[in-house]
């Protein structure tokens, strides 16, 4: 499940279903290979590859993700957090990248 967006034989650390206006039409998967795909969650048979890659950075295993969708409706944007590790973590902890996701119109 979900192999063909992470490496295979590296586990992942979390999915987490998301969607414009609650739909959860979409799932979104992180783990330690730096990878964060954005899935379909209503596909059906084989899933060979993810509607695409946001993230994917090798040196940084990506442990946690949040999703704050706008309570505002007419808010087309949404925030990713990612919380992570690798070289950049420290004595004063570890960077946390912010996304701004934009809806795309129909």
Known sequence: VLEGGHVSGRPLFGAQYCGVDDSEDLIVSWGV????????????????????????????????????????????????????????AGFMGMPLYLYDVERMSK
Request: include cysteine; aromatic fraction near 6%.
């Open 33 to 88: 290979d730096g990878r964060m795909c954005l899935w379909d969650s209503l596909s059906h048979g084989q899933i060979h590859a993810p509607i695409s890659t946001l993230v994917s950075r090798q040196d940084y295993p990506i442990y946690s993700v949040d999703i704050s969708s706008p309570s505002d409706t007419s808010s087309i944007v949404s925030r990713l957090a990612v919380g992570g590790g690798g070289a950049d």
